[in-house]
C-alpha cells in the first residue's frame, strides 16, 4: 500500500511542476482578486479611511478570495484536467487512493492562492498605504496554514462531484462568490442577513478568516462575531472549530470519494470528459 | 492481370524475429523472472467467469429516460503465468470492458474474474500493486514534465520505494530508448517515443501481469514493430500479458492464444493456428482495382459462395479480400462483378488469422 504521505507530496509536487510549466494558469487567479480588493477598499476608504478595519478586511478579503477561489476553482479543474489528459484513468488505477492525490493538488492550488494573498498584501500595504501591523506573527501564519488546509478540505469535497459530472463546474462556479461572500471574507457576517450565519459557521474558512484577522490585529479582537472574549482564547476557539470542521470536511470527503469511485466503477462514469 | 498463387504466411512473424529491438540488450534486472502465483488456487493468472456488464444510460432533465446498453453478455477465459494472450473484436465488441474489468476499474454487472488468485471486485488494491495497465495512444501522459517526473510520479502512486525507484526508472528509460530524453518535457516527443514511455509507466511497479490496451494503434510501421518486439521481450522476461489489439497480423505473431469476441461474447478460442482451421476450406481471393465501389462489394456479400468480403477502397486502389469455398473457381464471377472496373492483380492466398477473425465475426 503507497504510502499516504508520499502519494500526497507527490501529487504536490507533480501539481506544482504543472502550475510553473504553465504560468498563464495564474493570470485570472491574480488579476481578478487584485481587482476586486481594489474596487473594495477604494469604496471602504471613501467611506472610512485608510486607517479603518474596513481596509484590512479588504486586504485579507481579497487575499482570501485568491486562496478560495482558486481551490475551488483548481480542484475541479485539476480533474477536468486529468480527464483531457487521458490521465485519469491511469491515476485512479493505481493502487494509491484517489483522495490522497487530489488532496496533493488541492493543497498545491490553496498554497498558489496564498502566493495571491501575500501580492495583495503588498499591493494594499504600498499601493493603497493600508496600514497592516501583524500583531502576533506565529499565530498569525499557524491561523493562515491552518486556513489553508480548511480551505483544501472543502475542495476535496467538491472535487469528488468532478469525478462523475461534466456538469460539476457549474456547480462550483455557482457557489464560489456566495461562500466567498458568507464566509465573511470581504464583509462582517454580523452585516449579512441572519439566516446566513448558520451557513458562515459551518465553513471552516469562516473561523480561519477571524483567527487571521485576531493574529493581525490586537484592537480588532472586540469586533469579530464571537463577542466577549479576550483575544487569546477568541482565537483558541476560532481555531479549535476550525480544526473540527477542517477534520469533518476530510471525513465527508473520504465518503464521498469511497462512494464516487463505486459509483464510478458500477456505472462506468469515470472518464467522461 | 495476373493470377498469383501465394501460400506463405504473413512474413510479419519473421520480421519481428530479425527486428528485436536493440534495446532489448539492457539487462530490465529487477523484472521478476517468472510471474509469483500470489494465492492462485487454480494456477491460473486471470480467469474470467461468465463476465456479464450491462450499463445505464439516462437522457433528459424532467423525463428522465434510462436505457440499458450491454457492453459484454457472456465472457469466459484464462490465462496462464507468462502467457501472452490476445483478445481480438470489433471496435465496440466489449474489449476495453473486459480489460477495465479484469484492472478493477469496472465492477461486472455478473460473473466473477480474478486476477492472480485476487477477487476484481473486493481485493482491489492488492490486484492493482501487481499488475500494469498501458492504454494506447497519445494521451494519459504528462506531457508538460519529463519522462523522469511521469515516471517518478507513478512510482509514488504504486508505492515503489525511494530506494529502488531511482535504479528502476534509470534501467526503464534504458530499456525503452529514452535515456537521452529522459529529462525533455514529454509534449516535444514523438508518437512512439510517448508508446514506449506508456510501457515504462506500464512496468514502473514491476508488475507480475500487464494488460495492454492497443499498444500499436496509430503508430508507424516501424515504430510497432519496436513495440511488438518490446512485448516479446516482456514475455521473454516471464511477464503474463493480456493484448487487446485490431491487427490480427499482430495477434498472430505475439499471441499464444486468442480469444475472438463479438458483440460482448467470445465466439472463438483458440491458438492462432486453431483458429485458422475455421477457414481452411476456404480460400482468399485479393483483388486490386481501380473504380471499386461499396455497390460492387455489396453485390459481393449478395454473392451465396462468398463468406465475407472486407473491403479497403482507397482513393487511388482499392483491395478487396473475398473468403470463399470455392477458391479459383470464382475468379471468372469476380471478373463479372468488376467488368467496369479496373482489375490489377487477383491473387488467391491461404486464409490468415485476418480471415479467420473476418468469418466469425460475420457469423
Not at chain 2, 467467469?49 to 469466459?76: N, P, W, Y
Not at chain 2, 494519459?140 to 535504479?167: C, E, H, M
Not at chain 2, 514502473?204 to 518490446?230: C, K, Q, W, Y
Request: glycine share 8%.
Amino acid at each position: 500500500m503507497p504510502n499516504t504521505l508520499r502519494v500526497i507530496y507527490s501529487a504536490f509536487r507533480m501539481a506544482m511542476l504543472y502550475w510553473m510549466a504553465d504560468p498563464q494558469w495564474i493570470i485570472p487567479n491574480v488579476i481578478a482578486p487584485f481587482v476586486f480588493t481594489a474596487v473594495a477598499f477604494t469604496l471602504f476608504n471613501a467611506y472610512e479611511g485608510s486607517s479603518g478595519p474596513f481596509g484590512l478586511y479588504a486586504v485579507l478579503g481579497g487575499g482570501m478570495m485568491g486562496m478560495w477561489g482558486n481551490t475551488i476553482y483548481s480542484s475541479g479543474f485539476a480533474i477536468s484536467f486529468e480527464k483531457w489528459q487521458g490521465t485519469l484513468e491511469e491515476v485512479m488505477a493505481a493502487p494509491s487512493k484517489f483522495i490522497h492525490v487530489i488532496a496533493g493538488r488541492s493543497i498545491s492550488n490553496a498554497l498558489f492562492g496564498l502566493i495571491n494573498m501575500v501580492a495583495v498584501f503588498i499591493v494594499g500595504i504600498f499601493v493603497f498605504k493600508i496600514s497592516l501591523g501583524i500583531y502576533d506573527p506565529i499565530l498569525f501564519t499557524i491561523s493562515l496554514l491552518l486556513t489553508l488546509l480548511s480551505v483544501s478540505a472543502l475542495g476535496l469535497i467538491f472535487a469528488s462531484a468532478f469525478v462523475l459530472s461534466r456538469s460539476a463546474q457549474t456547480l462550483t462556479n455557482g457557489l464560489e462568490t456566495p461562500l466567498y461572500i458568507i464566509s465573511g471574507s470581504m464583509f462582517p457576517i454580523a452585516l449579512l442577513p441572519f439566516w446566513s450565519h448558520p451557513l458562515a459557521y459551518i465553513l471552516g474558512p469562516t473561523w480561519g478568516i477571524d483567527a487571521i484577522r485576531l493574529t493581525t490585529s490586537q484592537q480588532y479582537a472586540s469586533q469579530t462575531f464571537w463577542t466577549g472574549m479576550g483575544t487569546n482564547s477568541a482565537l483558541f476557539l476560532d481555531l479549535t472549530v476550525m480544526i473540527l470542521i477542517t477534520a469533518a470536511y476530510a471525513a465527508i470527503a473520504t465518503v464521498l470519494f469511497k462512494m464516487v469511485e463505486t459509483r464510478a466503477r458500477t456505472m462506468g462514469t469515470l472518464v467522461e470528459a | 492481370m495476373a493470377v498469383n498463387e501465394r501460400t506463405s504466411e504473413a512474413s510479419f512473424k519473421e520480421s519481428v524475429g530479425l527486428c528485436v529491438c536493440s534495446n532489448l540488450k539492457y539487462g530490465l534486472n529487477f523484472m521478476n523472472e517468472l510471474g509469483s502465483q500470489d494465492g492462485s488456487s487454480s494456477g491460473k493468472a486471470i480467469v474470467a467467469e461468465h463476465l456479464c456488464k450491462t450499463f445505464e444510460i439516462t437522457k433528459g432533465m424532467l423525463r428522465r429516460k434510462k436505457t440499458q446498453v450491454v457492453a459484454l453478455k457472456d465472457v469466459s477465459f484464462e490465462v496462464d503465468y507468462g502467457e501472452l494472450f490476445g483478445l481480438v473484436g470489433p471496435n465496440g465488441a466489449g474489449k476495453t470492458t473486459t480489460i477495465k474489468i479484469l484492472t478493477t476499474m469496472l465492477i461486472p454487472t455478473s460473473g466473477r474474474a480474478t486476477v492472480l488468485g485476487y477477487d476484481s471486485r473486493k481485493d482491489v488494491t492488492k490486484i492493482r500493486e501487481k499488475i500494469g495497465i498501458v492504454l494506447g495512444g497519445e494521451r494519459g501522459l504528462y506531457t508538460r514534465v519529463s519522462a523522469v517526473d511521469n515516471l517518478r510520479y507513478f512510482a509514488d502512486l504504486y508505492g515503489v520505494p525511494r530506494n529502488i525507484q531511482d535504479k528502476r526508472i534509470k534501467e526503464l528509460l534504458e530499456f525503452m530508448g529514452l535515456s537521452d530524453k529522459a529529462h525533455v518535457r514529454v509534449e516535444t516527443y514523438s508518437k512512439g517515443m510517448k508508446q514506449r514511455l506508456h510501457l515504462a509507466r506500464g512496468l514502473i511497479n514491476d508488475p507480475e501481469i500487464i494488460f495492454l490496451d492497443e499498444p500499436t494503434v496509430g503508430l508507424d510501421p516501424e515504430i510497432a514493430i519496436e513495440t511488438r518486439s518490446m512485448i516479446k521481450g516482456l514475455v521473454e522476461k516471464g511477464k503474463t500479458i493480456l493484448l487487446t489489439t485490431h491487427y490480427m497480423f499482430e495477434a498472430d505473431a505475439l499471441c499464444k492464444r486468442v480469444a475472438i469476441i463479438r458483440n460482448g461474447d467470445v465466439v472463438a478460442l483458440d491458438t492462432p493456428s486453431g483458429l485458422k482451421r475455421y477457414v481452411m476450406e476456404t480460400s482468399v481471393v485479393e483483388v486490386e482495382g481501380f473504380g471499386i465501389t461499396e455497390k460492387e462489394v455489396a453485390r459481393f456479400r449478395e454473392m451465396k459462395d462468398i463468406i465475407s468480403v472486407s473491403a479497403e477502397l482507397g482513393e487511388n486502389k482499392q483491395v478487396l479480400k473475398i473468403q470463399t469455398p470455392k477458391g479459383s473457381e470464382i475468379i471468372s464471377e469476380v471478373q463479372e462483378v468488376l467488368k467496369d472496373s479496373h482489375i490489377y492483380d487477383i491473387k488467391i492466398k491461404e486464409p490468415t488469422l485476418e480471415d479467420a477473425y473476418l468469418k466469425l465475426v460475420a457469423t
